[in-house]
């Protein structure tokens, strides 16, 4: 119940008695305990207080009932009175007294994250959150531990962030492994536009650093120890473990990807849980382990793609049940995974410069140079991947456009414009040509301002995109649109758009280490270095007409379907 006006002391009641929590299932009440349901199974009807609700795990085994309620005794005094101090600390906290210096770093609390939220269960996260205090090292400052702060940061990603293609609802983050928890604080911290809450993201990648060591090298500390005894058996509770452990390395991996050295190391440890988990027949699985595998190949092929490197994973999964993927939101992920898998292992090894080598770079760096020429058979495997990618589009999008308020027809434009980008950052690179130069012939610099510009108008202002992948591409559209600037190539809203993007990579706490401070720091230092431009002309139209089209290896047809006119209609967007 939302309390307003006024402040309840002392433990209260969770919303549901623990038989009912524990069957998932409606705890209705009429007036005192027992709920409905107790009351006709003649059972205990037992109301944990949330401020020990973590602690107690089962109904004790002395009790007794007094009037319909179940009286319990503690096992020991030392118990009672550590239930105590704790009620002490949560009516200090509320008061706003207690020890020096822990109330005034706490982020301001919404009374109504006090009380356990109906649609997810919290079975489960305080016993991880008390085994990630446990192992985190070095130790981290307590507060990040709050049970104000974790449900806040753990509501909002659920509410928030999450655009999973593998995972199909939230039901598989219910009694989160300790990974995957630290995983979800770290992603919610860092995109948080608190920055009381954004500050924190710096404990819970510690956290999840060591969750991840914990799976390789078991714990020495007392209690569960990590990979021995969570990854041997194949009950239930253990095909639980995994999966979350598994989708813990996903999570951590796209918002570490390109930047953080050991991320193909996160992937390869997910793929050979998989292997060695998976249940042999899917159709008796509680999980879905064929959307969990296109996960880690998702992000195996973003991260090989941010350094040109070879993917780890095969194209095709080596357990047969893994390959039959029914969902198409999910075989649209696949289809690009698939098409980029084939065009990374074609021009991989031929030194050309990477995506992260162009968004890292320095002014100063040299990128490096093709070290072999462009072929027959080169031209062959890129026009076919943009033809395979034309395709793509009109298989998922259909033969109509999507309007602004269709979030999936704009989803599916997006990554279209994001791979149609790379594919340009790898053709033209490969030619000989760096991708500002004048060698580039209008036409072709004009296709890739094309993009760059869909690329930034259909993100504006989207809080869901949070991969790193994304992320990094985003901005290196806005790093060619501002090059585009320079050369007086421009439309008059193209100045907006990038700094637009570089006031999102900017809402991140500057405290904090992220890819936002990085990809801010580029995009920040790439204005500030900006020639002066020439006067602006009108806005250019493309594709003119009677242009020469030999040249593009994209479908000019498609291009209609790819820049629908409200994408550049300035009435039909919202300001930043």
């Known amino acids: 119940m939302k309390r307003t006006g006024s402040i309840v002391l002392g433990p209260k009641p969770t919303k549901a008695c623990v038989n009912c929590r524990r069957l998932k299932m409606k705890c209705e009440v009429d007036g005192a305990p027992p709920c409905r349901r107790c009351r006709h199974t003649n059972a205990p009807c037992i109301f944990k207080p949330r401020s020990n609700a973590a602690a107690v795990q089962s109904i004790p085994e002395r009790s007794q009932s007094v009037q319909g309620t179940l009286v319990y005794h503690p096992s020991s005094p030392d118990q009672d009175a550590s ?337 149609k980008l790379y594919v340009l950052s790898i053709y033209h690179p490969a030619r000989g040509f760096d991708l500002g130069s004048a060698n580039i012939t209008p036409s072709e610099r004009q296709e890739l301002l094309m993009s760059a510009r869909a690329v930034l108008r259909l993100r504006q202002d989207d809080a869901s995109i949070w991969s790193n992948w994304d992320l990094i591409m985003i901005t290196w559209a806005a790093m060619l649109l501002l090059r585009g600037v320079e050369d007086g190539m421009t439309h008059h809203d193209d100045l907006r758009l990038i700094q637009t993007q570089l006031s999102t990579l900017k809402r991140s706490d500057p405290s904090t280490f992220s890819i936002h401070g990085v990809l801010a720091e580029r995009l920040q230092s790439g204005i500030q270095s900006m020639h002066t431009p020439p006067d602006n002309g009108p806005d250019f139209a493309f594709p003119a007409p009677n242009m020469d089209y030999t040249w593009t290896i994209f479908d000019q047809q498609i291009m209609n379907l790819a820049n629908p006119p409200w994408l550049f209609d300035d009435s039909s967007l919202a300001p930043p």
């Not at 085994?131 to 806040?152: A, C």
């Not at 492994?177 to 009381?196: G, N, Q, R, W």
């Not at 994973?313 to 980029?340: E, K, N, T, V």
């Open 83 to 419: 239930s105590i101090i704790g009620r002490l600390e949560r009516i200090e906290s509320l008061l706003g007294i207690g020890k020096e210096g822990n109330t005034s770093s706490l982020p301001t609390i919404d009374s109504d994250l006090e009380e356990e939220p109906d649609d997810v269960s919290a079975r489960g996260l305080w016993k991880a959150v008390e085994r990630l205090k446990i192992i985190t090292s070095p130790p981290q400052d307590h507060n990040i531990w709050s049970y104000s702060i974790v449900t806040r940061l753990w509501i909002s990603f659920l509410n928030n962030l999450p655009l999973l293609h593998f995972v199909q609802d939230q039901s598989v983050l219910v009694s989160p492994s300790p990974l995957l928890l630290a995983s979800v604080l770290y992603i919610s911290a860092v995109h948080s536009p608190l920055a009381e809450l954004a500050s924190l993201a710096g404990g819970y990648f510690a956290a999840t650093c060591s969750a991840i060591s914990e799976l390789v090298v078991p714990s020495a500390r007392p209690g569960m120890s990590g990979w021995t005894r969570s990854h041997v058996s194949s009950s239930s509770s253990d095909e639980h473990t995994v999966f979350q452990d598994i989708l813990g390395l996903i999570m951590a991996s796209l918002s570490c990807e390109a930047y953080i050295e050991t991320t193909d190391k996160w992937i390869a440890l997910a793929y050979r849980l998989l292997l060695d988990h998976c249940p042999s027949n899917l159709e008796d699985a509680t999980y879905d382990w064929r959307r969990l595998f296109s996960g880690i190949q998702v992000i195996d092929i973003e991260h090989a793609s941010m350094h040109m490197c070879y993917p780890l994973l095969p194209r095709q999964p080596p357990i047969p049940a893994l390959q039959h993927l029914d969902s198409q939101h999910d075989s649209a992920f696949r289809g690009l995974s698939q098409m980029m898998h084939q065009g990374l292992n074609h021009f991989v090894g031929r030194k050309l410069p990477t995506i992260w080598s162009f968004v890292s770079a320095r002014d100063s760096d040299a990128l490096p140079s093709v070290g072999t020429p462009f072929t027959d058979k080169d031209s062959q495997v890129i026009r076919l991947w943009a033809k395979k990618l034309d395709e793509w589009l009109v298989q998922y999008n259909g033969a109509s456009q999507p309007s602004p308020s269709d979030r999936q027809g704009i989803l599916i434009l997006l990554q279209y414009h994001l791979h």
